[in-house]
């Protein structure tokens, strides 16, 4: 059964765990709200025959805590982490992506006038061969409607493939289109990492301790779940 988040109850936790010849130790240095993670949850100190412990109220706790780091470290130092596994939770929003597609559309929209031009100059070159003022005009209707059907067929094209790389940038960006490095590429403004999914992966692989228990990455409980570690 967990221990309840009090003085008292600590104290008695610990003097069963360390002995009773620790209780005035336990009872001179124990705090419920100082220490490496007490701004994030249930967490304190203590001192005990001349080793500084960090307290967390159980495991539950520890891993909740263990999160809320992970999160603030992303937030802050997204590069300390290993980017092969950064880049599963990284994403643009929608707003990001309707943006970029314009700017997309707009550079591939001068592209694609150009290439039509190459693509129908001798069908308009054609034109003068043809004698009749009307059909000639009424050809080179058809011909600029053809023109602009075949512009906005070729936007529409590389819209599509570049459209579907922004639902996995980092596969699209740095590796089939080579545009970034994943250094860079975590550097666009434009460019999200899902902290949440991300924070709950890394201690669901790494373990609570890896992030908490600096010292050696180790732990230990006492009969009632409390958590103790040597502070790191």
């Not at 705090?31 to 495991?59: C, N, P, Q």
């Not at 309707?98 to 694609?112: C, G, M, T, V, W």
């Not at 006038?113 to 209707?141: C, H, P, V, W």
């Amino acid at each position: 059964m967990a221990i309840e988040w009090e003085r008292e109850a600590v104290i008695k936790e610990l003097v069963d765990e360390f002995g009773e010849e620790y209780r005035d130790e336990i009872e001179e240095t124990l705090s419920l709200d100082e220490g490496e993670w007490a701004d994030f949850g249930d967490s304190g100190s203590v001192e005990i025959d001349g080793e500084r412990y960090t307290l967390i109220k159980d495991e539950d706790e520890a891993e909740r805590i263990a999160i809320e780091v992970v999160k603030e470290e992303l937030q802050n130092e997204p590069e300390s982490f290993n980017k092969d596994w950064l880049s599963n939770f990284i994403y643009i929003t929608e707003t990001d992506k309707n943006i970029i597609l314009a700017d997309e559309e707009s550079f591939l929209r001068e592209d694609a006038e150009y290439e039509a031009e190459q693509e129908f100059e001798d069908k308009y070159l054609e034109l003068d061969e043809i004698e009749d003022e009307e059909e000639r005009i009424r050809r080179k209707e058809e011909l600029d409607a053809e023109k602009e059907r075949w512009i906005e067929e070729y936007i529409k094209e590389r819209l599509k493939d570049f459209e579907r790389g922004l639902e996995d940038p980092v596969n699209y960006f740095v590796y089939e289109e080579g545009m970034y490095t994943l250094d860079n590429l975590l550097k666009q403004p434009w460019i999200q990492i899902d902290i949440d999914e991300a924070s709950r992966d890394a201690v669901n692989i790494d373990g609570w301790e890896h992030f908490l228990s600096r010292y050696d990455g180790t732990y230990n409980t006492t009969k009632n779940g409390l958590v103790y570690f040597i502070e790191g």
